[in-house]
């Protein structure tokens, strides 16, 4: 992460759930159009190249690490849900797509389907969920 005065960032920790909001609407003049395009996104964050080293947060950006390994679990965030609303600006639905127990599932309304990653990977997502994952050695 660089910020607008050149210098890097990094981040001293990852949130357990992190939750993005994409926005799928385009204001012109005082229309407010939806915005159809798929935005593709990863199954899996990886900040290992942003996230801090363990141990007493830096106080000055000259100490931040360059590149250092870090164990894997600390700096990876798997997604788990997917929000996609199908419909138009002024009416839709909204249908999510939710990983239990390794699967992935098509939740709409009361009618609960299994679907392919593939399926998820290819939804015109509205909001998506990410968690951080379990270490290996936990």
Known sequence: LMASDGLPH???????????????????????????????????????????QPGEPVKHYTQLSDGVA?????????????VEHQGTFVGGHYVAFVKNGGAWYRM???VVTHVSEATVLEAKAFM?????TPSPTA
């Open 70 to 82: 870090r164990p894997p679990s600390a700096a990876h965030l798997s997604l788990y849900a997917v």
């Open 10 to 52: 990094q981040v001293n920790g990852l949130p357990r759930v992190l939750t993005l909001h994409l926005k799928r609407f385009r204001t012109t003049g005082r229309k407010v159009h939806k915005l159809y395009e798929h935005v593709p996104f990863p199954l899996v964050l990886d900040f290992s190249s942003f996230a801090c």
């Open 128 to 132: 998506l969920f990410y968690q951080q």
């Open 108 to 110: 709409n309304d009361s």
